[in-house]
């Protein structure tokens, strides 16, 4: 492999190591990673494109390196790799700032369309129809999966009626967001432009706030300094609660469970949270209209629950 990329990238490496399955060099103490491409292959372009715009407007992300063909991609036995320059490897124990970082630097930055993920209601709906389609397929080998699912599906069916009974048609303030935020990633992960799409600024603090609250590791004070700063409109809020409240958090490790033969037990922990997480949406929404003074509509069942 030492060889392929020396030739593809015109380097010299001396020392190559692999680690799971990416492999990684420095030159003059600058880190390189080569890693496999798991998009697909029609975003490469629109992602370098954005990621070069992104650095030419002072965002310090992870870089995309072209080969000697000038293509963002190389094929190696079949499989697709990138070679990314790395500018973030430290861990950092407050990803906000991160979120901060990167929503500042691309407001109003050019894209194309293929990375754009805001119509969360189709992305749902085909979701929640998938997993329906699934349910009587689950059968006696994941019995857990078997007895949870049907509640998963109905709380996402709640967000997206929230979604639609609530949102508004003004203009969305769109940014370079993420699929998902895990704090257990390096934080080089967050500044990978191979994670970025594009989505209203709602997106990636649901999603940390998401996977902060399982993890054990939700700071309230954190998150208001975010909302001082950000000052999100009524729209926003409303995107932010129902996105808190499409359970992601349980459909990722049910897709891994069910596609890459992850333990089912897995699961265990999201549904040991269950009742918890369901207080926790109250005291968001609390937060919301007592705190920062945004009217929302409730979620019924859920006032009638625990209010």
Known sequence: ???????????????????????????????????????????????????????????????????????????????????????????NDNIINDIFYIQNHTYNINFDKILLRDDWIKLWTEKIDYYEYQISQLGKKYPILCNSLSYFIGIGENAISYLINNQSKSTKRLVVSHRRIDMSENISEFYNPLNFIIDCRSRDIAEYIKNAFFVGNIRFG???????????????????????????????????????????????????????YEKFLVAIYEYITNKKQVSIEPVEWLFKSYS
Do not use: W
């Open 1 to 91: 492999m030492k060889n392929t990329i020396n030739y593809y990238y015109n380097v010299n490496i001396n020392n190559l190591i692999k680690t799971n399955d990416y492999y990684y060099f420095y030159i003059n103490k600058t880190r390189y990673n080569f890693v496999r491409y798991n998009r697909p292959i029609g975003d490469v372009e629109a992602l370098y494109k954005l990621n070069y715009d992104m650095l030419q407007n002072g965002c310090i992300v992870n870089q995309i390196i072209l080969n000697k063909d000038s293509s963002p991609i190389t094929i190696i036995n079949n499989i697709p790799f990138v070679l990314l320059k790395i500018n973030h490897i430290t861990q």
């Open 222 to 276: 954190e998150i208001n300094l975010y909302f001082d700063y950000i000052n999100f409109t009524k729209e926003e809020y409303i995107n932010l609660f129902s996105r808190l409240l499409f359970p992601t958090y349980y459909f990722d490790i049910y897709d891994e469970i069910i596609n890459n033969n992850k333990n089912e037990n897995e699961i265990i922990p999201i549904l040991e949270k269950t009742n918890e």
